[in-house]
């Protein structure tokens, strides 16, 4: 059945009456502030110590480095790095063919439509905490084929095997896109690495998470919006995965939670840097060491924006609890062991179907 869409007119000065599906309105406490704070930022890391050639920096260069890492982990969950390795072309590339892809006719961008049992593709009604968010977006898995469990439910045992789609007539989307995942997918294995020796583990402690991962590339593209004030183009929420890392262009929007305060900060955009925090399994693996941070984005009247988050995410199968190493008698662990694979599934059912329900949270898992 098609539902017949009930629109309401807002009143926007120098648009006057504006006809706008009232799915997109944000509660009053959600709307993004118009005079937003712009003060300190979040921390700018350089990695070039990880990207000298001849290995010229000492122990201490890599010492210093961990230590920001973990500074920035505790402090904000949310850094910028600069030096970070990944070349600008490959980055530039995938930038072009996603402004190209957003730019085909509607109908073609629907051909390669998400749906329930695909959660690869284009889509352009996601709900962020059952409002919708003003954006389009298109999503990849980086390893493709991907396995996944066959459903959210708690006791299934099959497996789905699901696959990119590719639009026919912009064969450079993926061809930019599988060159980009490559350098990418290394940045986000050296953060890995960092993490770990930041959390006084070693090196190599979380890798072996990752050996199937499932991380997927999602490209944003958020319209001018006429009612930038009352709806926001992704709404309030934390990353599910381990890590993401962002390129965002030089528009802004994207606004960081605090943690000093509350304060929604916007995260200014800096030429060629990746912002990088930490999501929903890094802090369980922390056992709250590490907290992944709320964060929103913007839309603005006037200029379109584009963005692309890597969510670097481990094996279906990871069962996700705190590490044994970081626990002891005086620091239980706060969260029994949760399934990846089928929180992944409870997520994408909910960001793709206004549920009645509250999405799944790391919080459901906590003990007490
Ligand atoms: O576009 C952005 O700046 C951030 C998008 C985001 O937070 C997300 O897709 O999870
Ligand atoms: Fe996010």
């Avoid at 913007?298 to 670097?312: A, D, G, W």
Wanted: glycine share 4%.
């Amino acid at each position: 059945m098609v539902q017949a869409r009930s629109y309401q007119f807002y009143h926007i000065p120098a648009m006057g009456e504006v006809a706008v599906d009232p799915a997109f309105i944000q509660e009053v406490e959600h709307r993004p502030q118009t005079n937003i704070t712009e003060a300190e930022g979040i921390p700018l890391i350089d990695l070039s110590v990880l990207n000298s050639p001849n290995s010229s920096f000492s122990d201490d260069h890599l010492a210093n480095l961990v230590s920001e890492i973990a500074d920035a982990c505790q402090k904000w969950g949310f850094f910028q790095v600069i030096n970070h390795g990944v070349p600008s072309e490959y980055r530039e590339k995938a930038e072009l063919a996603s402004r190209k892809f957003f730019d085909l006719p509607k109908e073609q961008k629907l051909k390669v439509r998400r749906d329930e049992v695909n959660p690869f593709g284009y889509y352009d009604t996601e709900l962020t905490k059952n409002v919708r968010d003003w954006k389009e977006v298109f999503d990849i898995s980086v390893e493709d084929p991907t396995v996944v469990p066959a459903s959210h439910e708690p006791d299934e045992k099959e497996l789905r095997v699901l696959t990119n789609q590719w639009p026919q007539n912009l064969p450079e989307l993926r061809e930019a896109f599988e060159l980009y995942a490559e350098q990418i997918l290394k940045l986000a294995f050296k953060l890995l690495e960092l993490i770990a020796l930041s959390l006084g583990l070693p090196k190599s402690r979380l890798n072996g998470f990752f050996k199937d991962h499932t991380s997927r590339i999602r490209q944003n593209h958020y319209p001018p919006c006429p009612i930038a004030d009352l709806a926001l183009g992704v709404g309030r929420h934390k990353d599910g995965g381990a890590l993401t890392l962002l390129a965002q262009d030089d528009v802004g929007g994207l606004q960081v939670k605090r943690k000093t305060d509350g304060e929604w900060i916007l995260v200014k955009p800096t030429p060629d840097a990746y912002i990088i925090n930490v999501g929903d399994i890094v802090q369980v693996w922390s056992n709250d060491k590490y907290e992944s941070v709320e964060h929103r984005v913007m839309v603005n009247s006037e200029k379109e924006r584009f963005s692309i988050p890597f969510f670097f995410n481990p094996a279906h199968y990871t069962w996700v609890e705190p590490l044994e190493e970081l626990i002891n008698e005086r620091n239980p662990a706060k969260y029994k062991a949760y399934n990846w694979g089928q929180f992944f599934l409870s997520r994408r059912r909910s960001n793709f179907k206004k549920l009645d329900v509250e999405n799944l949270q790391i919080y459901h898992f906590r003990i007490n």
